[in-house]
């Protein structure tokens, strides 16, 4: 039997407790060694951010080149090319300029991204731009609604669409593009993307970092940058809703009424009504209504100075329409007037029509150009107005519900874009008036030294030339008023010979036509055709000038008062009025005159007006006449003069200007004078007039 061996004890360590200042060193170390493996991951992730912000800088500005430079170049050789292809890339130079010259700013200072100091750099680099970021963007983001409205148009158009499709893919293959939206659109991405990577950066950037306090600076301007940019955009908006003037017809001015609309036009009149009888007080701003004040006095400048402007050039344009050098004066032998002529069609064919293209082109151009820009400062002033109106009504409530709230705002952004816009707007068209009249002035001072040199030229042949200047001056005055005097007196007797009354020589089926309208219509009626009437239209009468026709009505069923109804003796129609003249040869007898009576061994005698030839006056026995009114005549114009039956008056000429008998100019009592028909006259002897009569005329 084996005996069983005893097996040996193992042997055993015992673990003794270590010291305590070996743990905490362990632990510190270990902490330590988190805290750089942490740093190193923030470095890592601090420069990848800084990496992905340049690299996509660069990538962005690359895009935008294609699109602006090939892709636009590759349109525009489209036959036709594109309406309004111009109106998408606006504003777009000045994005990738800005954005070029960032990426030229890093690369100048040759620091890679790994450096401590390219963060400095960049953040140096975008501070310094800041405010030409800000000023290029913003334009761009407040034209971008155009731009989508231009390319929905071209997606209207099927074919044209396809085409600018097709373009777009071979010009950039490698960005697989199927709209211009897909590069129009980056500047609007990338300015609200420039918070979020510096933000980034900065949150992997340790606080101990040289160049935090600036990365902090630069993360904080990117965010008011695009604040300012958001709120530009939107006073953008609120102007361009505002400031259009539309053209609406009364049909869609009440197709736009509704409930809501009336009710806020109710409101508004009844606060303005409040305001007026002072009722209710009004908000008042006094630093816009000075501006306010100012705009209309120079928008009242502005519309005055173009009025005069425009009276200039269209009194220099009818000078210039008088030819005088191609009549034939016959004034041979005659320096001066020769002299005179010379002068005047140099004046007229070389001096003058340069003048005249510069005043139109510096002055009367840039002046219409201004008034047309009157009218968006003029709409946004009217409905800041309105707005304001509307605001009052929820001014003093505590708490706003949305709509209201919308109504404040609304109203505080017009406010605040007139404040800032209007004094610029101000101050340029003030300093565009007065460039103009200084441009005025010295066009002026051009043409008074041409106009020198042409007169020294012909300065030895005229005769008042040795002259003194004080005496050349009165010798002018005295010419130029005795000129307009003579002037005038041709001007006056031109006028006296107008003003006398027309009556056209009657056929005897005119005479017919006479007598059967004025049984008919009465004398009242009878106008006369002064030129030949082609119908037009439905009830249109063809009437050759000279045809007299009784008015029926003085405007046609419509109401228009340029047609009148007329009874052409049988046919009836409408004539334009423009082309009738009122008849003013007596159409029937005189009544008997209650005022006067002949005796029955005395014959008076008449000139009627129905006479082709007139028959001469018979003399009396006696030598002495009177001339007497037969019947009643009222003036019916200044021509004219009224005289009453058994007035003795004075009989001046036996026809008028135009050597017609059937009127006479006489002189009635009071020492008035104009013209009467001549059948309305008698002539008596002496001391056989009524009782009460004028001394007789002999």
Known sequence: MEVPRRTQPTAFTLALPKPASSEAEEAKQKAEEEEAAAKERAAHRQLLAIEEMVQSERNYLRLLQVGTVTIRSNLQKL???????????????????????????????????????????????????????????????????????????YKQKEALWNEIVRVIKTSAPEVNATSLSFFLVMPVQRIARYPLLLQTIQKHTDRSHPAYALLEQTAHTSIALNCRINEYKRFREVADKYKKTETLSIKDKINRLNTHSIAKKTARLSQQIKHETGIKPKLVDEEFDALEGFFYVLEHGILELLENVETYLLHLQGFLTCKTEEFDLDMDGEKAPICYKEITTALRQWILPTFEKRVRTLIHKPLCALCDLLVGPRNLIRKRLDKLLDYELIYDKSSLSYEE??????????????????????????QMIWSMLGTFSCLHKDLASDMEQLFQ???????????????????????????????????????????????????????????????????????????????????????????????????????????????????????????????HQPAEEPPPSPHLTLPEDMTAVRRHSYSPEVQPLSVLSQPCFQVFAAYDFTARGNHEVSIRAGEAVRVLEPHDKRGNPEWSLVEARGGQRGYVPSSYLTILPMGTGPAGAHQPYC
């Open 457 to 583: 030229s012909f300065a030895q042949q005229l005769p008042h030339s040795s002259l003194s200047p004080n005496a050349f001056w009165g010798w002018a005055e005295s010419a130029v008023l005795e000129g307009a005097r003579r002037l005038e007196t041709l001007c006056r007797s031109v006028e006296d010979t107008l003003k006398a009354p027309v009556v056209q020589p009657l056929s005897p089926s005119s005479r017919h036509r006479l007598k059967q309208l004025t049984e008919k219509h009465g004398s009242g009626k009878i106008y006369q055709v002064i030129g030949a009437v082609v119908g037009s239209r439905d009830l249109d009468l063809n009437l050759a000038k000279g045809e007299l026709v009784a008015i029926i009505s003085e405007a046609d069923s419509r109401g228009d008062k340029r047609r009148w109804l007329v009874d052409a003796g049988g046919r009836r129609g409408y004539a334009p009025s423009s082309k009738l003249l009122r008849y």
């Open 79 to 153: 036959q036709p090319p594109p309406p309004n292809l111009d109106s998408l890339f606006l504003y777009i130079e000045d994005v990738i300029d800005v954005s070029s010259r960032l990426l030229s700013l890093l690369d100048q200072k040759q620091v890679q991204p790994g450096n401590s100091l390219f963060l400095q750099t960049l953040c140096d680099s975008f501070l310094s731009l800041s405010s030409d970021i800000e000023s290029s963007y913003r334009e761009y983001l407040a034209n971008y609604n155009n731009v989508t409205l231009v390319e929905n148009g």
């Open 405 to 430: 709230q919308a109504v404040a705002n609304t109203y505080r952004t017009m406010n605040t874009l007139l404040l800032n816009e209007l004094p610029q707007f101000n101050g340029l068209a003030l």
